[in-house]
């Protein structure tokens, strides 16, 4: 069935880098948009990122555009979050999504927790 | 900068109906929105109900049904179950590759 896998969360410093990976099983990442979806904590869900089926075509919340990117290795089945100029608004659980079609999200990560401290 | 908004909360009675709703602060929500609707359960990723407006998800009962209503997407929940007591989340497309969600509309059943 499928899965989607994230890791690579944890706890850094303003201003600094983290990369998350997403293990896509049960599909063929190469055939699917993927999208990231953040939710800090006591908040709601916040659109993040999306790449394209084409694995070019990438989009970017106005939040996170210039600091954030989208890619894949469709060789791997693996999505990343390449995140730089971390700020504490960053901190959040990030889930990784399938795209559903019709420009909807049908399976979700349990997500990795992303902490921007001092 | 685009804005999705939900009412914070709400209740509903065991078998009651209840219809949540998702708006745009300027201008009106229309089908090209495509907007979809998730279910989310503390601790448990979003479950997919609605998605194209009015499109249930696989396995999603038909109590759970979506439409347009005046200038904004709604969900309605019809014969409202003690389990239903969850998060609501809507997301419209807004163009060029940009999703937005509204804020969630948290559900009480009592």
């Known amino acids: 069935q499928v899965q989607l896998v994230e890791s690579g969360g944890g706890v850094v410093q303003p201003g600094e880098s983290l990369r998350l990976s997403c293990a896509a099983s049960?599909?063929?990442?190469?055939?699917?948009?993927i999208h990231w979806v953040r939710q800090a904590p006591g908040k709601g869900l916040e659109w993040v990122a999306f790449?394209?089926?084409?694995?070019?075509?990438?989009s970017h919340a106005d939040s996170v555009k210039g600091r954030f990117t989208i890619s894949r290795d469709s060789s791997k089945s693996t999505l990343f979050l390449q995140m730089t100029s971390l700020r504490a608004e960053d901190t959040a659980v990030y889930h990784c999504?399938?795209?559903?079609?019709?420009?909807?999200?049908?399976?979700w990560g349990q997500g990795t927790l992303v902490t921007v401290s001092s | 900068q685009t804005v999705v908004t939900q009412e914070p909360s709400f209740s509903v009675s065991p078998g009651g109906t209840v219809t949540l709703t998702c708006g745009l602060t300027s201008g009106s929500v229309s089908t090209n929105h495509y907007p979809s609707w998730y279910q989310q359960t503390p601790g448990q990723a979003p479950r997919t109900l609605i998605y194209s407006t009015n499109t249930r998800s696989s396995g999603v009962p038909d109590r759970f049904s979506g439409s347009i209503l005046g200038n904004k997407a709604a969900l309605t929940i019809t014969g409202a179950q003690a389990d239903d007591e969850s998060d609501y989340c809507c997301?419209?497309?807004?163009?060029?590759?940009?999703?937005?969600f509204g804020g969630g509309t948290k559900l009480t059943v009592l």
């Open positions: 790449i394209h089926i084409d694995g070019t075509s990438k």
């Open positions: 049960g599909f063929t990442l190469s055939s699917y948009g």
């Open positions: 999504v399938k795209d559903g079609g019709y420009y909807s999200f049908d399976y």
């Open positions: 997301v419209l497309y807004v163009g060029s590759g940009i999703w937005v």
